[in-house]
């Protein structure tokens, strides 16, 4: 039997990745899934998966903090080794983030190999640090690979789950009628910035006969302020694949995992990066689906700005007035989107992890 330590933890651009992979092995694998607690592997993870939860955090503080930090990875790496001696680890799986670094120097300590997977275009700071010390990176976008050193690197794309790769139903609970149907997504998170823009601009998009689908987050005070025949909020689905396959228009993140999910779907999006988000790995992101045409990218703003309003009233225009599929801008962005998308990257990527084994 062959025993797989999978390092993710915290976002769903971490996670679903890494849930794919996991789905798609042999069933003679044994998975020890690491994890961190009050996370949302701890409430999202099938149960056949058995979860060990460390520390992890980054080292960016100073003083006590960092030595704090840095403690953490200590013994983070000591329970790597442990579950190593209770029985050995034949490869280690990560799709990087915090919980990615104990998972890395227990490799190196115990002697098996890893595979890391980096989804955005921007490599993360643990991938730039640590990639060097792993057997195989797998990169999510090509454009990652110009910022890889010590390390080969393969384009495999994003795993995606299941559920995306096959034909989906509507669910029954989205408004039904003949109006182009809008999703908006923030992520696993929720987004309260990019609530905030799209409310203002709700009013509009229903009065002309959009239907619209709001996933907001759990955080969201805004909740439930505005009602519609023609409007569903959620604070979060399972059913996204559903939503996204029957999407004519979408506005979202640009994590890459998001992105990924787009692209597999063919869904054209108008993309507003977190402007918060570490190196703006999101922009960079952003850019690969906007370069191909698949994606508008509209930077976060005030309420009182009109760019996310006039970006929407030119991409609908046609598709509200039933105007000819030529001149209609998201039939061109759907195919821009599909030529972003890199199918079968969990079989791909489990190939590998046997070549490993």
Known sequence: ???????????????????????????????????????????????????????????????????YQLMKLIFATLKVRNIHLQKPINVVFTTGGYIAAPAILGAIWCGFPVILHES?????????????????????????????????????GTPV????????????WVPSGKGPLVVVMGGSQGALGLNLMVREVLPDLLKEGCRVVHITGYNDPDMQRIRHSNFVEKPFTNEISALLQHTDLAISRAGAGALSELAVC????????????????????????????????????????????????????????????????????????????????????????KSFS
Request: glycine share 8%; aromatic share 4%; with cysteine.
């Open 1 to 67: 039997m062959t025993r797989l330590l999978i390092a993710a933890s915290g976002t769903g651009g971490h996670l679903f990745p890494a849930l794919s992979v996991a789905e798609a092995l042999p069933p003679s694998w044994e998975i020890i899934w690491l994890g961190v607690p009050d996370r949302l592997e701890t409430k999202i993870l099938p149960k056949k998966y058995r979860l060990e939860t460390v520390a992890a955090g980054g080292l960016q503080a100073r003083g006590l903090r960092k030595l």
């Open 120 to 156: 955005n275009a921007l490599p993360g700071k643990v991938t730039r640090l640590m990639g060097r010390f792993c057997n195989l990176i797998a990169l999510g976008f090509p454009s990652a690979a110009k910022r890889i050193s010590g390390c080969r690197a393969v384009v495999t």
């Open 161 to 172: 789950r299941e559920l995306f790769l096959s034909s989906q139903s509507l669910p029954n």
């Open 266 to 353: 063919s869904t054209p999006a108008i993309l507003i990066p977190y402007p918060l988000a570490a190196d703006h790995h999101q922009d960079f992101n952003a850019t690969c689906a906007a370069a191909l045409g698949g994606a508008v990218i509209v930077h976060q703003h005030t309420p009182d700005q009109q760019t996310l309003r006039e970006t929407l009233d030119r991409l609908l225009r046609n598709r509200l007035s039933g105007n000819d599929k030529e001149s209609d801008p998201l039939f061109k962005m759907k195919e821009g989107m599909n030529k972003l998308a890199i199918r079968g990257s969990e079989k791909t990527l489990v190939s590998i992890l």
